[in-house]
């Protein structure tokens, strides 16, 4: 089960067809779809150390998480139905974390990650840390270094070497700025990580622009 540690402004969780405000100290059940507004972040930590940032106008549902703390044996499924979220991998191995997109499926590889995606536009990953692979429905895939960007269009492409990511696109990861250790450090109160939180989001609302251009040479804009 993840825990909700930050939501700021307008996050909601829905489990079948009911709906309820998110805060604080939310517990995530299985199927569960989080859904931020405008200007709106939330932060999920699971029991295994993952983190989750969902950034503003996203959709994610939580469909699987298992863990066993003292063999180390786990998984977790989680898929992004639209906008952007950074990953952080925790202690599960990463074989058995899935993060995906209606069009998109990331290889988990001890690895932090930004993943977004437009309906039907495209969808794209940037790696931080680690390297992931990234592939499309059809199974064509690349490895994505630290560093490093592909994008996977609607139409049924096929995912775009990787690349050091346009200056759009390092503008959208930078905005989501919470990671793992950031609530993990032990001088680190939820008022502080609050408070980052909310920076991160006004960096997002100042770049929306450059949102709509996270797919890189996609004309129409999208992740």
């Known amino acids: 089960m993840a825990t909700v540690q930050v939501a700021v402004n307008e996050v909601q969780a829905l489990v079948g067809e009911n709906r309820q405000s998110v805060v604080a100290g939310y517990k995530v059940a299985f199927d569960t779809k989080i859904i931020t507004g ?58 058995n974390v899935t993060v995906t997109t209606p069009i998109s499926i990331v290889g988990i590889r001890g690895t932090q990650f930004v993943l977004g995606y437009t309906p039907g536009i495209s969808s794209t990953v940037i790696v931080e840390e680690g390297e992931t692979t990234f592939a499309n429905r059809a199974g064509v895939s690349v490895v994505v270094p630290a560093g490093s960007a592909s994008t996977i269009e609607e139409d049924g492409g096929d995912p775009t070497p990787a690349a050091p990511p346009s200056p759009s696109q390092s503008a959208v990861a930078a905005s989501i700025n919470v990671t793992a250790s950031t609530v993990a450090a032990p001088a680190t109160t939820m008022s502080t990580v609050a408070t980052a939180v909310a920076a991160g989001t006004a960096t997002t609302a100042s770049s929306a622009s450059s949102i709509g251009a996270m797919g890189g040479n996609n004309e129409n804009g999208g992740y």
């Open 38 to 95: 405008s200007l709106s972040t939330n932060l999920d930590l699971f029991n295994d150390g993952t983190t989750i940032v969902i950034d503003a106008n996203s959709e994610v549902t939580f469909d699987e998480f298992v863990y066993n703390p003292s063999a180390g044996a786990g998984k977790i499924s989680v898929n992004l139905a639209k906008g952007v979220l950074r990953f952080v991998s925790g202690k599960i191995q990463k074989a």
